[in-house]
């Protein structure tokens, strides 16, 4: 265990992202439900959690966490997801929510709610292992709340990422901004396959 503050934290999903996360957050110390798709999973460890992580389908996320609105009541929702139309390939082919994005409409439902969206903008296994690429990767932060960013930035330290890979790009909007580099990942992937990667900013 190392000297972070323990925190109460949901994951929702139990897939490569969730699973992953959930994993190593509880690794470095935390107290860490996961909830998968079956029914009340997911309201119930909301409930109890301080720090609450969408990791589940972006394209259904709006309607799922809304549902939860009385249980994300004053909690962080982390936002990892996101939410894009598919390709008959299955990979991402365009986004769902153009000219807006899935953070803004979370956060717009569920006002009483700070979300914050981060680690969007990598394959899973940069999330938790950021030192494994052969480059410095950029951890973005979205978020109207600099409380609540700062203790998803304490958790992203517990995860392996260093102060001067997090980059703070403002309020919840700019997550427009790190939605969109989704539209990177099919032809990253279709080019080089699926060695993990991230979009990342280099000086
Ligand atoms: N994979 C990546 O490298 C990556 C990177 C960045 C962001 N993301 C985003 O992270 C999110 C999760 O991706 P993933 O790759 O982990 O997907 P995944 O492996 O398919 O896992 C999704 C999880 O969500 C669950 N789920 C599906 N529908 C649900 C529902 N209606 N209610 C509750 N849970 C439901 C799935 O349950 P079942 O197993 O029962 O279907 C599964 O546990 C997506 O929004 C994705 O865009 C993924």
């Known amino acids: ?3 972070i503050a323990v ?9 490569r992202v969730g699973g992953n996360l959930a994993t190593a957050l509880a690794r470095a110390g935390h107290q ?13 460890a909301a409930r109890s959690a301080r720090i609450v992580i969408n990791a589940t389908p972006g ?6 966490l809304t549902a939860l609105r009385a249980e994300l009541r004053g909690k962080i929702l982390v936002d990892v997801s996101n939410a894009t139309t598919d390709g008959p390939d299955g990979l991402p082919a365009d986004l769902l929510y153009p ?7 979370l956060q717009e439902a569920l006002p009483d709610t700070r979300v914050v969206k981060t ?9 938790t292992a950021p030192a494994t690429l052969t480059q410095p990767p950029t951890a973005f932060l979205s978020g109207e ?23 703070d790009l403002g309020g919840i909007q700019t997550a427009r901004a790190t939605e969109a580099a989704i539209l990177f990942v099919p ?10 990667f991230a979009i990342s900013v280099a000086r």
């Open 119 to 127: 680690l969007n903008t990598m394959l899973f296994p940069v999330m």
């Open 99 to 105: 000219g807006s994005s899935l953070a803004e409409r």
């Open 1 to 3: 265990m190392n000297d």
């Open 59 to 64: 394209a259904g996320s709006l309607e799922r």
């Open 7 to 15: 925190l109460d934290i949901a994951v929702l999903g139990n897939g």
């Open 187 to 196: 032809h990253v992937i279709r080019s080089s396959g699926f060695t993990p």
């Open 32 to 44: 860490v439900t996961v909830a998968d798709r079956t029914p009340g999973a997911a309201a119930h």
């Open 145 to 167: 709340d600099p409380q609540a960013k700062q203790t998803v930035r304490e958790l992203l330290t517990g995860l392996g990422w260093r102060t001067e890979w997090i980059a």
